[in-house]
């Protein structure tokens, strides 16, 4: 087997393993979190879930990259997959044994989260020490096709699941998933080197190299600012979608999953389309475009009529697409441009910056669309996620050959 066609034979085999670890643990997130909703009944309990969900990321997200370089990354990523397949055991047998609680619970929630911080970045810093350059943005296509397909799927598998099934059995559906991804990623072969050749001499050193890896990217920095307003503005209406539809839409719970699904079906096409075609080869106008199409239809979403939902769900599927169309070729961008050697450390940075970045649009977007309406806020976050595709662009236009 050729060079030029082995890497496929490796990424397939990692894919798959991936795809099936995801599925599997987004169904168990599911029926963890249905568990505490059907025992509790109580919202400060579920909010307390996604706290204990983010606090790993916010914690030690932007260190856990500089980890990530230190050592192999295919090590990295099996151990995390481990750590998630622990935490779901464990979780499990206390099921078992009697001994749950949400105390418990919430421990479980926290460790899976932890093997996450380091597992996204990792797998992301791995990607091209396995595939060509040339191929980045077809291949993260394919990779968000998966991620997508996970959000559609394992909710649905879970449901299914706790119907049928206690959730101690439920609970090893993780394991199994977790297993087969190790399994996989044992046998695959990594091009190269994953960890960094000379670690400097602290964490903290180490990471002011990363910081400045990032820095000296002009194109890089240059989208870091229009992006952490791109994420406070756009990012608080993922959670206030299934008011929108309560309030103004006057629907149901249906309704309201209907939104959801709406959602993750045009992300789930449009990364099988940039996974099919590679996307635009200009990928800061495609980053742009994203940004600006994605603002056009949460604006025409907010003035909507209370009786078009339908058209609503519409421009759900369109804004679900253009998330891909910025996602995929930024990732793309960065795994191409940024040292192997500084590719976790950068990678971390911008993701905890992001998920430092969400909490503050939700306090900012909380109170306002209380005062406005939550249609009121689309139509404002979709005049700014346009204005963000214009500046970005005009930002970037010159590296864009």
């Not at 449901?159 to 609970?171: H, K, N, P, T, Y």
């Not at 870091?224 to 791109?230: E, G, H, Q, S």
């Not at 929108?244 to 993750?264: D, E, H, R």
């Not at 604006?299 to 009529?305: H, K, M, S, W």
Request: glycine share 10%; proline share 4%.
């Amino acid at each position: 087997m050729s060079l030029n066609t082995a890497w496929r034979a490796t990424f397939l085999r990692i894919y798959i393993g991936q795809a099936l670890s995801i599925i599997s643990s987004s169904a168990v997130q599911f029926a963890i979190i249905w568990w505490i909703t059907v025992e509790t009944g109580s919202a400060l309990a579920l909010t307390i879930a996604s706290i204990v969900g983010l606090l790993p990321q916010a914690l030690i997200g932007m260190i856990a990259g500089v980890w990530i370089d230190r050592y192999p990354r295919k090590r990295i990523i099996m151990l995390a997959d481990g750590l998630t397949a622990v935490a779901s055991l464990v979780l499990a047998l206390c099921f078992v044994g009697g001994y749950a609680s949400l105390t418990i619970v919430y421990v479980a929630l926290f460790v899976r989260a932890l093997g996450d911080t380091f597992h996204k970045p990792a797998m992301q810093a791995a990607i091209p020490l396995i595939v060509p350059s040339s191929e980045l943005t077809r291949v993260g296509g394919l990779m968000q096709l998966v991620s997508s397909a996970g959000t559609m799927v394992g909710p649905m598998l879970g449901a299914v699941l706790m119907s049928q099934l206690r959730i101690e059995a439920v609970l090893l559906v993780d394991v199994i998933g977790a297993l087969i991804a190790v399994a996989t990623m044992a046998g695959a072969r990594f091009g190269g080197s994953a960890a960094s050749a000379a670690r400097a001499a602290s964490v903290w050193a180490d990471w002011r190299i990363g910081y400045d890896s990032f820095r000296q990217n002009v194109p890089l920095a240059r989208l870091a600012i229009p992006m952490l307003i791109a994420t406070i503005t756009f990012m608080p209406i993922g959670s206030l979608l299934p008011l929108l539809v309560k309030n103004y839409f006057n629907g149901t719970a249906w309704q309201s999953g209907l939104v959801q699904t709406a959602f993750s079906t045009g992300m789930l096409v449009g990364a099988m389309v940039i996974g099919l075609t590679g996307g635009l080869k200009r990928q800061f106008l495609m980053i742009a475009l994203a940004n600006a199409t994605l603002g056009i239809s949460a604006l025409f979403a907010g003035a909507l009529p209370a009786d078009a939902f339908w058209v609503f769900c519409g421009c759900v599927v369109v804004m679900g697409m253009s998330g891909m169309g910025f996602n995929i070729p930024f990732t793309a961008y960065i795994q191409r441009s940024v040292p192997a050697e500084h590719l976790g450390k950068v990678i971390a940075f911008l993701t905890s910056l992001m998920s430092m970045a969400a909490p503050i649009g939700m306090i900012v977007a909380g109170p306002t669309a209380e005062w406005l309406g939550v249609n009121n806020w689309m139509m404002v976050a979709g005049i700014t996620m346009i204005i963000i595709g214009g500046v970005s662009y005009l930002r970037t236009r010159e590296f864009d050959i």
